[in-house]
């Protein structure tokens, strides 16, 4: 298996778009930082670094879309009709899987350290005021990092979604509009999402549990527990579709 997550990774490091979208991200974030601090200059002290890490949830959500630039990394051997080349592989087709759902993982690994020290190191550019506590940074990055097997379940969804239906727009479609909706769907229908037992059983109230509450014991434990859960689900349900589709 190792050698096989080695061949993906060495396509995933000769995909030209994930070098440009990487690029766009960043000066995205530096843009938008130098936007911030200009604006900091003339708000008479409410836009500042503690008012941009009020907004961790928001981060969190963000890169739950951004997740689905992985996709081709899983989807470009079936695009390209060179699925059919993994058949002299020896290993099985959820082995394959795995091998492809693990590259993906990686490279998004890659990416978030990049992006994510870049975010810092912008946000701590941007003026603070006395109530400024290194602890509110630090509460910051244990939430992104606590959001890690949600985003890493979610690059899995996103997998288990184009097994179903073979193109990357229906997938984006179904991930943005329809999975990512799951939590406003339950709150109209007169719902909640702050019980511990949907936050491990529904991924979406997962995700939205950890962007939009304070970070507790709980909430890691409950991202730890779905982020569990949901692997082990999907890994078998994906891996049977994906043999079922002959993609490999």
């Not at 936007?35 to 836009?47: A, D, F, M």
């Not at 003026?127 to 890493?152: D, G, H, N, Q, W």
């Not at 184009?162 to 329809?178: A, D, M, Q, R, V």
């Amino acid at each position: 298996m190792l050698r096989h997550i080695k061949g993906e990774m060495y396509k995933s490091f000769h995909r030209k778009y994930l070098y440009v979208a990487t690029l766009v991200m960043a000066m995205c974030i530096i843009g938008a930082s130098f936007v911030v601090r200009r604006l900091s200059l003339g708000s008479s002290g409410k836009i500042n670094r503690e008012w941009i890490l009020s907004f961790d949830g928001f981060f969190v959500l963000a890169v739950m879309v951004v997740l689905l630039v992985f996709l081709p990394v899983f989807s470009d051997d079936y695009k390209n009709h060179t699925h059919k080349n993994l058949y002299m592989s020896l290993l099985s087709v959820k082995q394959i899987f795995i091998c492809k759902y693990i590259a993906q993982v990686i490279t998004a690994i890659i990416m978030a350290v990049i992006l994510y020290t870049l975010l810092i190191l912008c946000i701590l550019s941007v003026p603070c005021t006395e109530a400024y506590t290194s602890l509110m940074l630090m509460r910051f990055i244990l939430k992104m990092v606590l959001a890690i097997p949600l985003f890493a379940v979610s690059i899995l969804v996103i997998d288990v979604i184009f097994s179903y239906t073979g193109n990357e727009l229906f997938t984006f479609l179904i991930y943005y509009y329809g999975y990512m909706q799951v939590v406003g769907l339950i709150v109209l229908s007169g719902g909640t999402v702050d019980n511990p037992v949907l936050a491990v059983l529904i991924l979406p109230v997962a995700v939205s549990n950890l962007s939009n509450m304070p970070l507790t014991v709980l909430s890691g434990l409950e991202v730890v527990s779905c982020g569990i859960v949901y692997t082990l689900l999907l890994v078998k349900i994906g891996a049977k579709r994906y043999e079922k589709l002959n993609l490999v």
